[in-house]
């Protein structure tokens, strides 16, 4: 028999047990539509958490020091932006203030003492005025740039250079308006006030250096920036994670690492449902090769072949499983707005996630049907004409 | 060349320690165009000489020659394809697939073949027209009588034009009327040109063919033909 007129005749037998085919492939769409959903919350809140990281510079270092003894001085980095792969560099220190503007005033709001080439490092943009420079630094000067979300709020205005702004009751004086930087999950970008750094320190009563940002001169050699930050630093503490250097790169990778776990995991779960409606496939058409005995009988004698009637039920399996995959896959797709409030992230449901979804299904058709069919087809003609 | 030809055909089941001769040496030789009754009480061994000319099981032991081809060493696939093409099937219980209506009955033997779809709907509907059934082509079984469900059987036996008709006790399960209607259609065909085997218990009803052959305890026992003058 050609194998069209099998998926046509197999169709038509399960259009003939509809309320059957529903139930059991009510199985296949609860676990495809589980499996599609959960693995599409974690591909969604890992791509949110990328986008976030990638938003910092895909260039920048992150030096934190931890060894207590290593004692670095603003020269010292100056060093590290001398080695080779190494853009530029500065020194971070930062904390939370209550800022105010007369009357107007906000709470926690961070504070951040860098030096000139963090502009660089950070790529940020300005809307009027300059940024941070050195000399800043050097003379320690009451100087501020601030995010325009704190110019909003204190001024009411973007028009802030030349105007003051208090910082736990010391004055600075406004130099520069950053360009707005939008919000991420956990903070807005556009809340901050950034003041030289040797300023900072003072203010925080602060001179140990902890924390360095730095950019490699392009994505390509970001390795071999690291590893001369690395060695550079090997002076000053030779202690074990004295020091850590750490890449956009090296924390996407590690992030992706727990994503997967964890989509797996999801995945998993929810796989265990998909395994239920399986079986009940296997078991629904065990009962209906059961009940068509004489009728697989009656096949066999006017000409079917053994694989005329295996392919016969396995597309059956298939056309269930399949159809129950499409539905699942739909209902997620659908329903991922929902999902999306319940899982707190939005969620889109990715075309390779539904494509593996429903070959998926498919699998589960073949691989629970197959059982069933190899039986019908292997029951002897006689037998099977003798049932009643 | 005959059309059919058994040499010592033998059917061994073994029931536990006992084995049952269900054929027990058969020997037959059926021409083209005969019209042969094989008759003998349940349990003579004339269901397993059905399932073996009708290629539904193989011997023990033995020969069997249909159109020149030694059926008894066919594999699965190949025995299939016999069914399909040299066998038509007319069953005491009608055995139509209770889903399909009467034209979707007759078309499968057809499907089988690997016919395409327009010329197997002219074949189907050329041989229900054979057994005056063409009115009822839609109906499902369900909505026909015993005597027209069994006339859609004959047309899907029919079908695919097989060289042997094979009838197993075709009214049995009919009332006398549509039994005698059956029986006529029956021996039409035959006269016709067709070459028929009927297996029944009722002597009355193995009258009708030309040869009649007794089957007692795996053997044939006797084998008569009729004279020429019917």
């Known amino acids: 028999m050609r194998i069209y007129e099998t998926v046509i005749s197999a169709f038509s037998a399960v259009w003939a047990h509809k309320v059957r085919s529903i139930l059991t492939m009510l199985g296949i769409i609860i676990g495809i539509f589980a499996v599609t959903a959960l693995i599409s919350v974690g591909q969604s809140s890992n791509a949110a958490v990328t986008e976030q990281i990638e938003g910092l510079g895909s260039n920048l270092l992150t030096i934190s020091i931890r060894d207590s003894r290593a004692n670095l001085d603003t020269d010292d980095i100056e060093g590290i932006g001398n080695l080779s792969g190494v853009a530029a560099v500065s020194p971070y220190v930062s904390s939370t203030y209550t800022v105010k503007n007369g009357n107007n005033s906000m709470e926690d709001i961070s504070v951040a003492g860098v030096k000139a080439d963090y502009q660089d490092i950070r790529e940020y943009g300005l809307l009027s005025g300059r940024f941070i420079t050195d000399r800043d630094s050097e003379k320690r000067l009451k100087v501020a740039v601030i995010g325009v979300d704190v110019a909003v709020e204190l001024y009411n205005s973007y028009d802030v250079v030349g105007e003051t702004i208090s910082i736990d009751g010391i004055k600075y004086e406004i130099v520069g308006l950053l360009e707005e930087q939008g919000d991420d999950e956990t903070e807005s970008g556009d809340e901050i006030v950034l003041i030289p750094f040797v300023t900072a320190q003072r203010l925080m009563e602060n001179t140990t250096i902890s924390t360095i940002y730095a950019s490699a001169s392009s994505s390509d050699i970001v390795e071999a920036a690291v590893a001369n930050i690395e060695n550079y630093l090997l002076q000053y503490s030779s202690e074990d994670n004295g020091f850590t250097v750490t890449s956009q790169e090296s924390i996407l990778e590690s992030l992706d690492e727990v994503t997967a776990t964890q989509t797996a995991m999801l995945g998993g779960i929810a796989g265990i449902s998909l395994l239920v409606g399986g079986i009940g496939i296997m078991n629904i058409m065990l009962v209906s090769v059961m009940e068509r005995t004489r009728e697989i009988g009656v096949e066999k004698a006017i000409g079917a072949t053994r694989r005329d009637i295996l392919l016969q039920f396995l597309f059956e399996a298939i056309i269930v499983s399949g159809i129950g995959g499409l539905i699942g896959i739909m209902l997620a797709q659908f329903g991922s707005g929902f999902v999306g409030t319940l899982a707190g992230t939005e969620v889109t449901v990715q075309s390779g996630v539904m494509l593996m979804a429903f070959a998926f299904s498919v699998v589960i058709g073949v691989g629970f049907g197959i059982y069933p069919a190899i039986k019908a087809s292997k029951l002897n003609p006689i037998d099977a004409l003798r049932y009643e | ?230």
């Open chain 2, 1 to 230: 060349m005959s059309l059919i030809e058994i040499k010592d055909m033998y059917k061994i089941y073994e029931m536990g320690s006992d084995k049952v001769h269900a054929l027990d040496g058969v020997n037959l030789t059926i021409e083209e165009k005969e019209f042969v009754a094989i008759i003998g009480p349940s349990g003579s061994g004339k269901s397993t000489l059905m399932n073996m000319i009708g290629c539904l099981d193989t011997p023990t032991s033995g020969k069997y020659l249909l159109d020149s081809e030694d059926i008894s060493k066919f594999s699965d696939r190949r025995l299939a394809k016999v069914r399909n093409k040299k066998i038509g099937f007319i069953f005491q219980q009608f055995n139509l697939l209770k889903k399909m209506t009467a034209l979707g009955n007759v078309e499968r033997p057809v499907l089988y073949t690997g016919c395409r779809r327009q010329e197997r709907r002219q074949q189907a509907k050329e041989a229900l027209d054979m057994v005056g059934l063409t009115d009822r082509m839609g109906h499902k079984p369900n909505e026909l009588s015993g005597g027209q469900q069994q006339r859609v059987a004959i047309a899907r036996a029919l079908v695919n034009n097989p060289p042997v008709l094979l009838a197993d006790e075709p009214t049995g399960n009919l009332d006398s009327k549509s039994g005698d209607e059956i029986m006529k259609m029956i021996t039409d065909l035959h006269e016709a040109g067709n070459t028929v085997i009927l297996i029944t218990h009722d002597s009355g009803i193995a009258e009708k063919a030309d040869r009649v052959l007794h089957l007692s305890d795996g053997k044939i026992v006797s084998d008569t033909r009729k004279g020429s003058g019917i």
